[in-house]
């Protein structure tokens, strides 16, 4: 079936880039293999729409509207990350370019833990599968093989591994809160929902609380976030763009599951503690962004920023809210991966992050300092890119709600983002240089990129596409608000 094949195809791949035979097809392969799982996403995709749910092996594998919107954008975000990452890396060092294989098998490993955690049915394969994602993408964040790397790549290892013992403890809290209702032994998603009532809700809270912190941490939620920045400054580009686009989503995933089990029950409630964590995500980030010098770390600070804002809508446990809450996911995904596509041109164009050392990039690189413009204008939340509509809705959905001081918060510390941002791109694009610099040619396969991540970006903000958004629709019902 077609969610088995997203699943096992990349496995396939990995493996295919490790015969050193094919070594040196291993960009091929992984070219192959990740647009085919993306076109097996869309189809299951399409199967949820019409059929509301699609089982590949039942208490196994599934997947609803959720799972089934992450899982097309997984694969969408990883399959343009290839296309990027043939011109891009090309562009390494000697040695580098005798790894590559290494490179494009570790590759396919992330992108076949990334989709097994929307897959899985089983909930505590989840648990396996998230920490997968972290050791893959641990030996791709150091595959540069620099100081600066290795040592963003040790501090990812040590700040999200540690969160996966905390995490363990919330998936044995609720086992044993489901156990003890149900005597059953077998656990999903559905069936924890369908059982919350009836489990006990002080361990309800204290499994989310342990899963929250745990996960919190991956998903690069402040004030566990501090490994992001490095890790996503350092990593090459095309890492850059699925760590920020969909892997911190991945984790967030399992806790938005989690927060769907516990709003399910009467008795327990943690809502307003997610709209606080989220809007302390959005603050720090929001300062951050004011005083960043790394324009790839901007990017990832703009990440803690989107994860926290996620954060306040789905505790803000309405209909409108998490609608809003999975139209941000989508929109952070496409968006997110389009800034970093753009920062690695900048890098190949300056040969450095430093923002203070881009001036009068449009002169420069006419496409890539458009590409920046544009790229900044759609992350920051400007009208009418898909950012803005989102977070929009939060907005309108956190008035119709009531809560007028977590709208009034979250609207202003979207808008001091928003001027952090522009301030720091303006100054790149339109400033001026402080010596010429010789122009660079940029690879084909990175203007591709580049214009195929635009295209999405643009047309979500004037049109959204009826099964998108009947896909989306049925992702909020998951969420569980009232």
């Given at each position: 079936m077609a969610l088995m094949a997203t699943v096992i195809l990349p496995v396939l791949a990995a493996f295919l880039c490790w015969i050193r035979p094919l070594r040196k097809f291993a960009w091929l392969i992984?070219?192959?293999?990740?647009?085919?799982?993306?076109?097996?996403?869309?189809?299951?995709a399409a199967l949820v729409v019409a059929q509301g749910k699609v089982v590949a092996a039942s208490g196994w594998f599934a997947a609803d509207g959720l799972s089934a919107l992450i899982l097309t954008l997984v694969s969408f975000v990883c399959a343009l990350a290839c296309v990027f990452a043939r011109g891009y890396m090309s562009h390494g060092a000697p040695e580098e370019q005798s790894r590559l294989w290494w490179f494009y098998c570790?590759?396919?490993?992330?992108?076949?833990?990334?989709?097994?955690?929307?897959?899985?049915?089983?909930?505590?394969?989840?648990?396996?599968?998230?920490?997968?994602?972290?050791?893959?993408?641990?030996?791709?964040?150091?595959?540069?093989?620099?100081?600066?790397?290795?040592?963003?790549?040790?501090?990812?290892?040590?700040?999200?591994?540690?969160g996966a013992p905390i995490a363990l403890f919330g998936f044995f809290t609720l086992f044993w809160a489901y156990h003890t209702a149900t005597g059953a032994s077998w656990e999903t998603w559905d069936a924890l929902k369908t059982s919350a009532p009836s489990l006990n809700p002080n361990l309800l809270k204290v499994s989310f609380l342990l899963v929250f912190v745990g996960f919190g941490?991956?998903?690069?939620?402040?004030?566990?976030?501090?490994?992001?920045?490095?890790?996503?400054?350092?990593?090459?580009?095309?890492?850059?763009?699925?760590?920020?686009?969909?892997?911190?989503?991945?984790?967030?995933?399992?806790?938005?599951?989690?927060?769907?089990?516990?709003?399910?029950?009467?008795?327990?409630?943690?809502?307003?503690?997610m709209v606080a964590f989220g809007l302390l995500s959005v603050a720090i980030a929001t300062f951050l962004l004011l005083q960043v010098r790394d324009y790839k770390r901007m990017f990832a600070y703009s990440t803690i920023e989107h994860m926290g804002v996620i954060l306040t809508a789905a505790g803000l446990a309405t209909q409108a809210a998490d609608f809003g809450a999975v139209s941000q996911i989508l929109n952070h995904a496409i968006t997110k991966s389009l800034c970093f596509y753009v920062a690695g041109l900048v890098?190949?164009?300056?040969?450095?992050?430093?923002?203070?050392?881009?001036?009068?990039?449009?002169?420069?690189?006419?496409?890539?300092?458009a590409a920046l413009l544009l790229s900044a204008l759609a992350i920051a939340g400007a009208p009418p890119f898909p950012i803005f509509l989102s977070e929009f809705a939060?907005?309108?959905?956190?008035?119709?709600?009531?809560?007028?001081?977590?709208?009034?918060?979250?609207?202003?510390?979207?808008v001091i983002a928003f001027i952090a941002i522009m301030l720091h791109v303006n100054r790149m694009v339109f400033g001026k240089p402080a010596e010429p610099a010789l122009k660079v040619a940029l690879p084909a396969s990175c203007r591709l990129t580049v214009v195929m991540a635009i295209a999405p970006v643009v047309l979500l903000g004037v049109y959204t596409p009826a099964p998108l958004h009947a896909l989306l629709r049925l992702a909020a019902l998951q969420l569980g608000g009232h």
């Open positions: 992984t070219a192959v293999a990740t647009w085919v799982v993306f076109a097996l996403a869309v189809s299951v570790n590759y396919n490993l992330l992108v076949f833990a990334l989709m097994t955690v929307p897959a899985l049915a089983e909930t505590n394969l989840t648990w396996v599968a998230v920490e997968l994602v972290s050791l893959f993408a641990v030996l791709l964040v150091g595959f540069d093989n620099t100081s600066n790397a290795l040592e963003a790549a040790w501090k990812f290892a040590v700040l999200t591994i540690m941490a991956k998903s690069g939620l402040a004030p566990m976030h501090t490994w992001l920045p490095d890790a996503h400054s350092q990593a090459p580009t095309p890492v850059c763009a699925v760590l920020s686009g969909v892997k911190t989503t991945v984790p967030l995933y399992v806790v938005l599951r989690f927060l769907s089990i516990v709003l399910a029950s009467p008795a327990a409630r943690v809502g307003t503690w890098l190949l164009v300056l040969s450095t992050r430093e923002i203070q050392s881009v001036r009068g990039l449009i002169r420069i690189s006419p496409f890539a300092g939060i907005l309108s959905a956190g008035m119709r709600a009531g809560q007028y001081a977590a709208v009034f918060v979250l609207a202003a510390l979207i």
